[in-house]
């Protein structure tokens, strides 16, 4: 085991998330894959923490930021699918194709 | 020196006009609660202001200073500091009595002329401003205090001229007024900024010291006492801006009153009175001044000849004496020109508030030719009228004969025999058209439509007996009374003291008789038939009865000058300014957003892919920049 490993997981897993981003229809998706890129950052936070030459100040730091940011995404995830319900209500669909009233 | 030492009333002079000014702003706010609209307010400021005038004269007198300042700093601007201040010596207490005791008699004889009218209040408010506005005038120490209060007196001739301004002619003639003005007034402007250019104050004493040290190069100093002076003729009605006086009496009477004695058209030739130590720095423009000012006293004179209403005969005579007092200035003569000013003032006060004591028993009538017989109807008003009239014809012992008399004196001993020979004809002319006024109008046989005339209640004819026995009697401040009090002129400029030359005064006197003589056989023996006249030289008849068609240049100037360099312009602004610069600029920003709207598509992986996009280019292009 050493960052290498981490940096790679980290990695596939923002790929994969900005390939949900860019790619899916459904804003739930859209939602997941935005949680597989905070997730990513999150190991390569732990990946940096556990395997760089650090005092251990600095490696509890890495570990604190990482909960923020799971706190973060929770609170924002509860925003998000709210926001989520509310267009399903009104539009009875959450394609983001179909909600383009902003454009002109 | 400094004025601590001075605990008097000179320091609080200033009250004087902020009473009047004070009393504008309650009237304007709360006129309608007080009595009589509040006419009472800005009469009682004003006696108020009248009587400090008394004690601040006193106070003058018993000091041993000649002049006494006071200042409050306003704003600085850099080095510069800019003051309120009065500045209270001969000249200035001399425009403040009169000023506040003609302001005092027009405001009394309003209350009865004005009665009933709607806008009573308003009327006194402005009343009070004018008074207030032209008293700060006579009093600043310093040219920006003085320019400041001289657009304040411009104001107020506008709104009291346009006073029913229902009545289309009184609007034009305000606007008229206020344009005419208004172009002297800008060459006034910036001959103060030239000054305050070259001295770097605005104070008048400091100036005086400037220039006569000779810091002020002379082609500086001579176009800005030009421009100086032009911003008096404007105001003094001097030819060829004298159009808008005549105009000026589509106003209420007491108005015309006011403005022709006391306020406005004093203020040009206070103006140069007090500037006259520059002026006398400039000899050039001295005798463009008494120049300008005998043009005007002989081309008015005529006019007041032909003219057929009783309150433009008075408004040229007005005009012809301005021309007389700046004749006098332009020859050196600030005391025999201030000395005419006062006695002009109370004669022309006097005058004109007899003519509005006619118009207010003939329903408003302004024709001569339609009067007639009046002094068995109106005897106060007749008696008064022609006290008024002989004094400002010039017939001794009036005050007008002493005035005139040192004004000749000036002009003998400054100006030489030319202009001393023609200013003793047009006295002739000046004398003519008083008798003729006064003869027509209260002479000759009653017309058959004055049953019903009565003579004018005592609020109207108390001030008229005021002035009249002030125009008796004001001759006598020419003489030397004690060792003190040598002569008029020598108690303001402290030279010159009271002297008569006899041949002078003899001529000068037997002169206005002929005049008098003359019009007395053309309007009343009808010995001389003026028709006969008029039919001989229809020209020159027509000149005149057109004003030199002076009005008529003026009116093609605008018409074919300026309204058509205004439509030309007007062109450039609509096809240039408004089509190109301002209509296009904005159409091209709103063809641009029709076309660059269709970058956006409103599809969120359109914007995500261009991001995701975004920050992989700027990763390459950090790693390119970093190896």
Redesign the interface.
């Known amino acids: 085991m050493e960052l290498a490993h981490f940096q790679l997981v980290a990695a596939a897993l923002f790929s994969i998330g900005?390939y949900g981003?860019?790619?899916r229809k459904s804003a739930v998706l859209?939602l997941m894959s935005i949680e597989l890129m905070l997730n990513a950052v999150n190991i390569n936070l732990i990946g940096y923490a556990a395997f760089m030459d650090f005092t251990v100040d600095q490696r509890a730091l890495g570990q604190v930021l990482v909960i923020f940011v799971i706190t973060i995404a929770a609170a924002e995830l509860a925003l998000a699918v709210a926001i989520i319900l509310r267009l399903y209500r009104n539009r009875s669909s959450v394609n983001?194709?179909e909600?383009?009233?902003?454009?002109? | 020196m400094p004025s601590s030492e001075v605990i008097g009333i000179i320091p609080f002079s200033w009250i004087i006009p902020a009473l009047s000014a004070g009393s504008f702003c309650v009237i304007v706010f709360f006129g309608k609660f007080l009595p009589l609209k509040g006419a009472v307010i800005s009469i009682a400021a004003i006696s108020i202001g009248f009587l400090m005038f008394w004690f601040v004269l006193i106070d003058l007198l018993s000091g041993d200073l000649a002049y006494r300042h006071f200042t409050i700093n306003w704003i600085t601007v850099g080095s510069t500091e800019i003051t309120w201040g009065i500045l209270i010596d001969r000249l200035s207490i001399v425009m403040l009595g009169l000023i506040s005791f003609v302001s005092l008699l027009v405001q009394i004889y309003s209350l009865e002329y004005m009665k009933g009218d709607p806008r009573l209040g308003w009327y006194f408010a402005v009343h009070a401003l004018f008074a207030a506005s032209m008293l700060t005038l006579v009093l600043a120490d310093n040219l920006l205090f003085l320019y400041f209060a001289w657009e304040l007196v411009g104001l107020g001739s506008y709104l009291l001229i346009g006073f029913w301004y229902e009545k289309p002619p009184a609007v034009e003639a305000a606007k008229k007024a206020f344009i005419t003005t208004r172009i002297g007034d800008v060459g006034l402007l910036i001959g103060l900024i030239l000054l305050f250019k070259a001295t770097g104050s605005f104070e008048i004493k400091e100036i005086f010291g400037a220039a006569q040290s000779g810091a002020i190069d002379t082609v500086t100093l001579n176009i800005s006492m030009i421009l100086i002076f032009l911003g008096a003729m404007g105001k003094s009605a001097q030819f060829p801006f004298h159009v808008w006086l005549p105009d000026a009496m589509e106003g209420p009477t007491p108005v015309s009153a006011l403005i022709h004695a006391a306020t406005m058209v004093a203020a040009g030739v206070y103006l140069v009175a007090r500037l006259l130590p520059l002026f006398e720095l400039t000899p050039g423009v001295l005798f463009f001044v008494s120049a300008v000012g005998l043009l005007t006293f002989i081309s008015a004179s005529l006019l007041a000849l032909v003219m057929r209403d009783v309150k433009r005969i008075l408004a040229y005579s007005t005009i012809s004496h301005l021309g007389l007092m700046m004749l006098s200035l332009g020859a050196f003569g600030a005391g025999a020109a201030i000395f005419h000013l006062v006695v002009h003032g109370l004669s022309k006060a006097l005058l004109f508030l007899g003519a509005g004591s006619i118009m207010h028993g003939l329903a408003d009538e302004t024709d001569i030719w339609k009067m007639g017989g009046l002094r068995r109807k109106m005897p106060i008003t007749a008696i008064t009228f022609l006290i008024g009239a002989a004094s400002l014809a010039g017939i001794a012992p009036l005050g007008g004969f002493f005035s005139k008399d040192e004004i000749l004196l000036v002009m003998l001993d400054h100006r030489g025999p030319l202009f001393l020979s023609i200013t003793l004809g047009a006295i002739v002319i000046s004398s003519l058209y008083m008798t003729r006024v006064s003869l027509v109008v209260f002479f000759g046989s009653q017309r058959s439509n004055m049953d019903h005339v009565h003579e004018s209640p005592l609020l109207i004819t108390l001030p008229l007996i005021i002035l009249a026995i002030l125009a008796l009697i004001v001759g006598v401040i020419a003489f030397s009374w004690t060792s003190d009090y040598r002569g008029f002129i020598h108690f303001l400029t402290g030279e010159d003291e009271f002297h008569l030359l006899i041949w002078l005064s003899i001529l000068s006197l037997l002169l206005t008789l002929s005049g008098v003589f003359i019009g007395w056989a053309i309007y009343h023996k009808k010995i001389i038939a003026v028709d006969y006249l008029i039919k001989k030289y229809p020209f020159f008849y027509r000149f005149l009865i057109n004003r030199y068609y002076i009005d008529h240049l003026y009116q093609w100037i605008i018409d074919r000058v300026i309204l058509a360099f205004g439509k030309t312009i007007a062109v450039f602004d609509r096809t240039i300014i408004n089509d190109v610069g301002v209509n296009e600029s904005a159409s091209s920003v709103w063809r641009s957003a029709i076309t660059l709207?269709y970058l956006?598509?409103?599809?969120?992986?359109n914007y995500?892919?261009t991001m995701?996009l975004g920050v992989v280019c700027l990763i390459l292009i950090w790693w390119l920049l970093l190896t």
């Open positions: 900005l981003v860019l790619a859209i983001v194709d909600i383009d009233t902003m454009k002109w | 709207k956006q598509t409103g599809k969120l992986y995500g892919l995701a």
